[in-house]
């Protein structure tokens, strides 16, 4: 089965991460084979995930990792009222839907509750958001006992640069 993405890569300052290593990185990547392997029932894409965890954090700290990445991202699509959108696997930037993955594990590791909403509701798009946190929360905690702790400053930066772009606020809704 070939491999489509379902966002096509853009080269505008809306949220992109550029970095090729690091915690930010690792949850983009993440994310992004996850969804792919969900949308296309291509196994190579989780195998690209895989292989990129156990890499990065050794096989014993990659299994945990994964698994609850995959539990996330399965949450993410269940709760989602709208297509999710990331780039090709190969792609060199991270889309802003990425991004807003990146910086909800991001609020998470650093316990900013109302930033956590906002980034879910932004991301799915959907008010059923509870599932995604609780998924978002175990995936930071397997990130965080990987010695795997993202920058607490991606969140108001990304969570920001996709309110500006939608011409709204970053304030949850009440």
Aim: one cysteine or more.
């Amino acid at each position: 089965m070939s491999y489509q993405p379902k966002f096509v890569e853009h080269h505008g300052p809306r949220g992109e991460v550029h970095a090729f290593s690091g915690p930010e990185w690792l949850v983009g990547v993440g994310f992004r084979c996850w969804l792919a392997g969900y949308d296309t029932g291509d196994i190579t894409c989780w195998e690209n995930g895989w292989n990129t965890y156990n890499r990065v954090l050794g096989p014993a700290r990659a299994k945990r990792a994964v698994t609850e990445l995959a539990c996330w991202v399965r949450a993410v699509r269940a709760a989602a009222s709208r297509e999710i959108q990331y780039n090709a696997l190969d792609a060199r930037r991270f889309c802003a839907d990425e991004c807003m993955a990146m910086s909800l594990i991001a609020a998470s590791q650093h316990h900013r509750c109302p930033a956590m909403q906002a980034c879910a509701l932004a991301l799915t798009g959907s008010e059923t958001v509870d599932p995604v946190i609780d998924a978002a929360n175990a995936f930071a905690d397997a990130l965080d006992e990987a010695d795997y702790r993202l920058n607490q400053e991606i969140v108001a930066a990304l969570v920001t640069s996709d309110a500006r772009a939608r011409g709204g606020s970053v304030s949850a809704p009440r």
